[in-house]
């Protein structure tokens, strides 16, 4: 099989004078199942389309394994169709006239292939998608998740080395979001393809992918695997938008490894045994909300604000150092508003943050003073 590996080389997208996509460099392995990840507009389709090729660069080159398909600069452009890529829109529309069976086959008829072949293949993909029973139906007598299934059927149809999907659950409720998440994966598992998958949505991102490529405002913030992305955001937007409910951001006053506020004072120390490259002035420390522990030892008072009892766990939003807090129980922990309660901070696993370029200055472990 050829090499399915992505490359973008410098690749920027302007529109007129607004930059969609900025100088982005995107290394996506062969067989890999990547995200890319970020808010409304950040320029997540626009990548997307421009490795299709359904949208032209202003500046960069791509790569799809050895082949150059796209340089602006060598005028180089290969059309769609000839870069082996499926591509899965949010709106999927099936053919209403067309059985299950007639979509799915549609893309092969086109491609002259022989009726035994296509019902070998037709059968494969609705075996491998439990589509099986449907095969004689419209798109209207099936559930929203079975059409799904069936546009995806329909895209793998042709065998595409690459398969670029945007947002393609966004319009299906919560269970079956969650059901199709494990489709895809199994599917990514069997079919040895390149997944480029887009969402904005970082629970599915992080359940789903080998690498994230976070984007904000045309730039790509930061590209890692979904825990290194949770355990050392680069910046504060990035700790800011994985993780739910979100990381915490207490602002200190940083002095020689320590730092206060409110007569709370704690040690900072670099996990990796660096050193920390500023020495005073403000910063923000940020803990995970599993990471502010609720317990009789604690050594800082807080006062419960709200309690959210999930059932399986408890979401507590406290009142701490003068800062609202947001902390998780494991289990239905009843807590009335205004209660005392004591927390310890755990040690290791909190990001120190510059205060002003919200840069993050080192993984840390705290120690109360
Ligand atoms: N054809 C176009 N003409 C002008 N501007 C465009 C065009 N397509 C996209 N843009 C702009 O480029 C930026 C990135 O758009 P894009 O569709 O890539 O965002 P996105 O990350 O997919 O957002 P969403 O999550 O809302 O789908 C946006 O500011 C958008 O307005
Ligand atoms: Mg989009």
């Known amino acids: 099989?050829?090499?399915?590996?992505?490359?973008?080389?410098?690749?920027?997208?302007?529109?007129?004078?607004?930059v969609a996509v900025d100088h982005l460099n995107l290394e996506i392995p062969a067989n890999s199942f990547i995200s890319l990840l970020g808010p409304s507009g950040c320029g997540k389709t626009?990548?997307?389309?421009?490795?299709?090729?359904?949208?032209?660069?202003?500046?960069?080159?791509?790569?799809i394994g050895d082949k150059l398909v796209f340089s602006a600069?060598?005028?180089?452009?290969?059309?769609?169709?000839?870069?082996?890529?499926?591509?899965?829109f949010q709106n999927y529309a099936l053919w209403p006239h067309m059985t299950v069976y007639k979509n799915i086959?549609?893309?092969?008829?086109?491609?002259?292939?022989?009726?035994?072949?296509?019902?070998?293949?037709?059968?494969?993909?609705?075996?491998?998608?439990?589509?099986?029973?449907?095969?004689?139906?419209?798109p209207s007598e099936l559930s929203g998740g079975q059409q799904q299934r069936v546009a995806i059927a329909r895209t793998l149809a042709t065998s595409p080395q690459i398969l670029l999907m945007d947002e393609p659950l966004s319009n299906l409720d919560a269970k079956l979001r969650l059901e199709m998440r494990t489709e895809l994966k199994r599917l990514h598992?069997?079919?040895?393809?390149?997944?480029?998958?887009?969402?904005?949505?970082?629970?599915?991102?992080?359940?789903?992918s080998t690498n994230v490529c976070l984007m904000n405002m045309a730039v790509m913030q930061q590209y890692a695997p979904p825990l290194k992305l949770y355990a050392e955001p680069v910046n504060m937007f990035v700790a800011d938008f994985v993780g739910?409910?979100?990381?915490?951001?207490?602002?200190?006053?940083?002095?020689d490894q320590v730092v206060s506020r409110n007569g709370v004072r704690l040690g900072v120390t670099p996990v990796n045994g660096g050193k920390l490259l500023k020495k005073e002035g403000k910063v923000v420390l940020g803990v995970r909300p599993e990471n502010v522990k609720v317990s009789a030892e604690g050594e800082i008072s807080a006062k419960v604000i709200s309690s959210f009892p999930y059932g399986m766990e408890t979401t507590l939003v406290i009142e701490c150092m003068g800062s609202d807090m947001r902390t998780v129980v494991f289990g239905s922990v009843d807590y009335r508003t205004?209660?005392?309660?004591?927390?310890?901070?755990?040690?290791?696993?909190?990001?120190?943050?510059?205060?002003?370029?919200k840069e993050l200055l080192s993984v840390v472990e705290t120690k109360i003073l």
């Open 1 to 18: 099989m050829a090499d399915n590996s992505i490359r973008l080389i410098n690749v920027t997208k302007r529109f007129g004078k607004s």
């Open 46 to 63: 626009t990548t997307l389309r421009m490795i299709a090729g359904l949208e032209t660069p202003t500046e960069g080159e791509i790569w």
């Open 73 to 88: 600069e060598k005028g180089i452009d290969v059309p769609p169709n000839n870069r082996g890529i499926g591509f899965l």
């Open 105 to 138: 086959a549609f893309g092969l008829e086109n491609m002259k292939w022989k009726k035994a072949d296509i019902d070998k293949k037709v059968n494969e993909l609705c075996e491998l998608l439990q589509l099986s029973t449907y095969l004689d139906r419209y």
């Open 189 to 208: 598992g069997t079919t040895n393809a390149t997944f480029v998958y887009v969402t904005h949505d970082q629970m599915e991102a992080m359940a789903l």
């Open 244 to 255: 739910n409910p979100s990381m915490n951001f207490v602002e200190f006053d940083l002095k």
């Open 338 to 357: 205004g209660e005392e309660i004591r927390i310890s901070l755990c040690h290791e696993k909190a990001c120190l943050f510059d205060g002003e370029t």
